[in-house]
């Protein structure tokens, strides 16, 4: 009986393609900035997301705090969406590695009002001023969900309004552009950063990239040297997000008819799923003991994550294409066992 790993679209393993190109590297110091592997992979997220420059380090969690300790001050505060990754997956580094403070506006499908937004900005001595405005897209907590691209626009309209810079989580973008329509630069326009991740759903085995302008990359990188992420001959990893780069994009669409078809399955169980926030490869459903029915899942053969009181399920491309029946009967199983 096949294991199916419906836990995350990180869980994917290099194709044959990356393989070979990891194997056939050409590499140098990164940390010198010598690494020619690596410079190629960072002006080509640079040129298809409509940035200056990129700067690659190891994980998602390092971009996006890279780019909050680029923007902040000590004792700012950050508006993000309500279950922003910043705040709920990266355990306090904005106020240990940044200085900084939170404050979380409701955004229902992971889109903030605008009026909310601007409402929850401070300039007060008796409050953490604002320093910086974050979305987050796609909406991880929300369901994958996508922020369309005129609620992004009206946000950036409110940081303009406020002279604040705004930065976008965007580890999922490639899936948000896929639902869209859209060339990815459409879904990273208007930011002043962006943090893309290469290891998720386009199947890098490691690495993430931050956009920005030019006059923060000097900056940017001392950032990473301080955290460790100065990782010398990278582009043997660099190699592989070259791939998923070019390649990976196109897997998405399968990923997302994957997630809806197992939704679907899920509603005729009469399982709780909102249908509405399955937008892109991602799937949450409530069940009374999240723990105890992941644990009946995996001994069946399927393995999801219990997040708080819901069970997640993200498709990905090293899902066969009968993964979703089997996930189904398997599901059933687990159900009838309870």
């Known amino acids: 009986m096949p294991t199916l790993d419906f836990r995350s679209d990180t869980v994917t393993k290099p194709t044959p393609t990356m393989r070979r190109a990891m194997a056939e590297a050409e590499v140098g110091d990164d940390v010198y900035g010598e690494d020619p592997t690596v410079n190629r992979l960072e002006a080509l997220a640079a040129e298809m997301l409509g940035f200056e420059t990129g700067l690659y380090m190891p994980s998602g969690t390092m971009t996006n705090q890279v780019a909050l300790m680029v923007h902040l001050r000590r004792g700012q505060e950050v508006i993000a969406p309500q279950g922003a990754h910043i705040y709920e997956y990266e355990p306090g580094s904005l106020a240990v590695l940044a200085g900084g403070t939170i404050r979380l506006v409701e955004a229902p499908y992971g889109a903030p009002d605008p009026s909310a937004v601007r409402a929850a900005i401070h300039h007060s001595i008796h409050q953490a001023p604002t320093g910086l405005i974050e979305l987050e897209n796609t909406h991880n907590s929300a369901g994958g969900t996508v922020v369309g691209l005129e609620a992004q626009a009206a946000i950036q309209a409110v940081a303009r309004e406020a002279n604040l810079p705004i930065h976008l989580d965007g580890a999922r973008l490639f899936n948000a552009a896929t639902a869209l329509g859209v060339e990815p630069r459409a ?152």
């Open 187 to 338: 879904v990273a326009q208007g930011f002043d950063t962006v943090s893309i991740c290469l290891s998720k759903g386009l199947g890098a085995p490691v690495g993430s990239v931050l956009l920005m302008p030019k006059a923060l990359r000097a900056e940017a990188h001392r950032y990473r040297k301080m955290l460790g992420g100065g990782m010398r001959q990278a582009g043997v990893l660099a190699a592989a997000g070259i791939v998923a780069l070019t390649e990976g994009p196109q897997a998405l669409a399968r990923d997302h008819k994957m997630a809806r078809a197992l939704a679907e399955g899920l509603l005729r169980m009469r399982l709780e799923v909102d249908l509405q926030a399955v937008q892109t490869n991602m799937v949450y459903v409530g069940v009374p003991s999240p723990a105890n029915f992941t644990q009946r899942l995996g001994e069946l053969g399927v393995l999801a994550n219990p997040l708080g009181n819901r069970v997640r399920f993200v498709t990905h491309r090293d899902l066969p294409d009968d993964a979703v029946s089997l996930a189904l009967e398997r599901i059933q199983q687990a159900l009838q066992i309870a």
